[in-house]
């Protein structure tokens, strides 16, 4: 068994297998179980370096295994699944001590990331094996690109990479703002030390000082042991702060208070204990405009804002499109372990003509959806789709086989289908694709039919977003 072990609970064979592939693949050892006894048990036997569980299992709930291990083990972070739109559940999760969650389905990416955070936070030494998949991922996240615009960009991130000054990083959505945060972080000293990411807009505002700062045992309800926070995770590294523009006023005071002290006092706690951490931050608003409306702090925004980088949009670097599109396909050919995918001349023509305002997010995306619909693996001007790509969110208004209704018990037609598939994102793409299978019983024919697409496209989604496919 490696140094790194992580227990799986969950009463789902599939579910349990999908996440130990995925773990394995970062070279983690991996332990299974079923239900909240034989989890008890394999606690007791392996002691795990981290445990990742389903909230609802046949003897008991997520809940009863945090707060054992916060009870008998709490040097074990624990992580726990809960079901989509469940933010009640996961904030009793996180005041019981949970280290995080994730909602199904399970996005592997965001998991991946937030098992790394956790291990290192846990305080255990990563594997040769997983050290070397961190250098292949810092390697694979290189900056792409050879517009004059991204060449401009690499050498400011080489100059700012040097330095310890906080940045306030602008940008669009898509352009690729944490990418660039990461970056920064690699190239500098602190590389080897932890890059902490934080989406100041996704943690409930109850949870926020708890979450920047810890907690100490007995501080509220549920908190039954130390617990450490993002800055204490990231010191001597860096912290992103992501959307930071999403930080309520309160919480704005807090932290701008850590980074004039250098210092964090956790919720209950009677001293500070020092930092050193470097501050990124991040938002697609404009963070003047904000501070002008009284909605962020000028003080707050003046120590953030030492050094501003912006991100350029990608319709201002059109020439990197090609680079990008053949990077994004010959990915996507290598992770569905299909043959090379190919883009028309004319395709490729559409690509460089067409704004983006999803930026680089929305040409993997549009790519993506190309790949399911081109003929002989080669791409034409309709596979994009980017005549429908600007339409609007309210275009895609829930349809009426979502409603909660009296009359929804029946199971739709083809006439209840989408009058076109073309969602704005990823998310809203998966969430559809949800709601479909659970509406049709996760018959994947009728959802499909219902979506208003091939059973191929939807088998293709399926795997794509790491669903059960029954």
């Known amino acids: ?65 945090v707060r054992h291990l916060q009870k008998n083990y709490p040097h074990i972070p624990v992580a726990v699944i809960t079901a989509f739109g469940s933010m009640d559940t996961a904030v009793e999760a996180l005041k019981a001590g949970a280290y995080d969650f994730v909602s199904k389905p399970v996005d592997l990416p965001k998991l991946r990331e937030l098992i790394q955070t956790a291990l290192k936070i846990s305080g255990s030494k990563h594997t040769k094996h997983t050290a070397k998949s961190a250098e292949d991922d810092a390697h694979s996240s290189s900056i792409l690109g050879n517009s004059a615009a991204m060449q401009q960009l690499k050498a400011t991130i080489s100059k700012l990479a040097r330095s310890q000054a906080p940045v306030y990083i602008h940008g669009e959505s898509g352009s690729g703002k944490e990418l660039v945060a990461q970056q920064i972080h690699l190239q500098g000293s602190r590389a080897t030390a932890p890059f902490i990411p934080v989406n100041c807009g996704a943690i409930p505002e109850n949870l926020m000082e708890s979450e920047f700062f810890g907690h100490k045992k007995g501080s509220f309800t549920g908190a039954v042991s130390d617990k450490q926070g993002l800055f204490q995770a990231a010191h001597r590294g860096t912290l992103f702060l992501d959307e930071v523009a999403d930080l309520p006023l309160t919480m704005q005071v807090k932290l701008l208070r850590a ?54 949009p990608l319709r201002e670097r059109a020439d990197d499109i090609s680079l990008l599109a053949d990077f994004f396909l010959d ?109 049709t019983r996760w018959n994947r024919t009728k959802a499909a039919e219902l979506l208003g697409m091939s059973f191929r496209q939807l088998r293709y989604r399926i795997q794509k977003y790491g669903l059960d496919e029954g």
Request: include cysteine.
């Open 1 to 65: 068994m490696t140094e790194q072990t992580v227990l799986i609970i969950d009463d789902e064979p599939d579910i349990r297998e999908l996440l130990e592939i995925t773990l394995l693949r970062m070279g983690l050892d991996t332990v299974t179980a079923g239900n909240v006894q034989d989890a008890l048990e394999k606690i007791e036997q392996y002691q795990p370096n981290l445990c990742l569980t389903d909230m609802k299992l046949p003897d008991g709930n997520g809940i009863d295994i």
């Open 259 to 312: 980074i004039q002290e250098g210092a964090v006092k956790p919720v209950g706690g009677l001293e500070e204990t020092p930092v050193d951490v470097r501050i990124l931050s991040a938002t697609h608003k404009s963070l003047e405009h904000e501070v002008a409306a009284g909605h962020f702090r000028q003080d707050l925004y003046y120590r953030l804002n030492v050094i501003k980088l912006k991100v350029p």
């Open 331 to 439: 990915k996507i050919a290598k992770r569905w372990q299909m043959p090379p995918i190919r883009l028309s001349a004319a395709a490729r023509a559409e690509l460089q003509t067409y704004p983006f305002p999803g930026n680089v997010r929305e040409l993997e995306n549009v790519l993506e959806r190309a790949s399911t619909l081109c003929d002989n693996n080669t791409i034409q001007p309709d596979d994009l789709q980017l005549s429908t790509t600007t339409q609007t969110a309210s275009a895609l208004s829930t349809p009426q086989w979502v409603r909660d209704s009296p009359e929804t018990d029946k199971t739709p037609t083809v006439s209840d289908k989408l009058p076109a598939w073309n969602p704005i994102n990823e998310e809203e793409e998966r969430n559809l694709i949800v709601r479909a299978l659970d509406q």
